[in-house]
């Protein structure tokens, strides 16, 4: 069993960045690739980044490439997400996954969610 905490979300200025952290329990952390996945009001979930269970390859999606960075820490058991010069668009609230299938920015069965964490950018 693998819980996942998020933290680190707010508000923010357009062009302004946060880091937001995914904390896992549990002691299979390393076995899993990570994801961030972000869901805006009105829209669907959609998958922002990922990152292999060794941290060797990440993946993203054309619209935070560039500005975002996936990162995992397995001797911490935590994933982080770097967001730079952020955008009113960026909107959302941010969740990571746990999955033991992972090809690019594809999750082959989420086995784990986070709660989700809050990100506001204002203009």
């Known amino acids: 069993q693998v819980q996942l905490v998020e933290s680190g979300g707010g508000l923010v200025q357009a062009g302004g960045s946060l880091r937001l952290s995914c904390a896992a329990s549990?002691?299979?952390?390393?076995?899993?690739?990570m994801g961030w996945f972000r869901q805006a009001p009105g829209k669907e979930r959609e998958i922002v980044a990922t990152?292999?269970?060794?941290?060797?390859?990440?993946y993203y999606a054309a619209s935070v490439e560039g500005r975002f960075t996936i990162s995992r820490d397995n001797a911490k058991n935590t994933s982080f997400l770097q967001m730079n010069s952020l955008k009113p668009k960026d909107t959302a609230v941010y969740s990571c996954?746990?999955?033991?299938?992972?090809?690019?920015?594809?999750?082959?069965?989420?086995?784990?969610w986070g709660q989700g964490t809050q990100v506001t950018v204002s203009s």
């Open positions: 549990g002691r299979t952390f390393s076995s899993y690739a």
């Open positions: 996954a746990a999955s033991r299938g992972l090809a690019g920015l594809t999750m082959y069965g989420v086995d784990y």
């Open positions: 990152i292999t269970s060794s941290g060797g390859n990440t």
